[in-house]
């Protein structure tokens, strides 16, 4: 089980109520993610980051309330591949992000750096990258959110390896 803690913008866009019940926490290895929508020019995504790992993959916006889900699914699927993941790992913990549970987002550290994964994003993309490229870049970029201790960096792919149980193969 999964809560998907999302901003304003995203409770608006899947017609979810302002207030929302205090939702449990999440059971899967990568915890609760963040929803939030970036609108660049007229391109509109979603970005939706791990609470424990900032992991962070971007979702086309487009039918939201149907498509968040799968499109998570299958998108991490694809970023744990390309991080070198077993696929036993990645099945496992994509098998345990159902059901799903809404709520607000509400962990400023992941807020704070789902804003610099946004400002990244949108050099990758008028770089002309996809989104799974960027979620590559962004796995890899150093975070002092995420770091082993005050003062030091950690990596989002890291993070997630550890996480998952997993090592680079």
């Known amino acids: 089980m999964i809560t998907l803690r999302c901003t304003r913008l995203i409770r608006k866009r899947l017609h979810l109520p302002e207030v929302l019940s205090e939702s449990v926490t999440s059971t899967a290895a990568l915890g ?33 309330r149907t498509t968040v889900l799968p499109n998570l699914h299958a998108a991490l699927r694809t970023l744990l591949a390309g991080l070198s993941v077993a696929p036993d790992r990645i099945d496992r913990e994509i098998a345990s992000m159902t059901p799903v549970n809404f709520g607000r987002a509400t962990n400023r550290r992941v807020l704070g750096s789902m804003n610099d994964f946004a400002f990244e994003a949108s050099v990758h993309l008028a770089a002309g990258e996809d989104a799974r490229s960027i979620a590559l870049r962004l796995a890899e970029t150093p975070m002092s959110a995420i770091g082993p201790r005050r003062g030091h960096l950690g990596y989002p792919c890291d993070v997630a390896r550890d996480l998952l149980g997993a090592s680079v193969a």
Do not use: C, N
């Not at 007229?42 to 980051?49: A, F, G, R």
């Not at 900032?54 to 979702?59: D, E, I, K, Y």
């Open 32 to 64: 609760d993610w963040y929803v939030h929508l970036l609108r660049f020019g007229h391109d509109q995504l979603v970005m939706v980051t791990s609470e424990r790992s900032l992991l962070t993959v971007l979702l086309p916006a487009k039918d939201l």
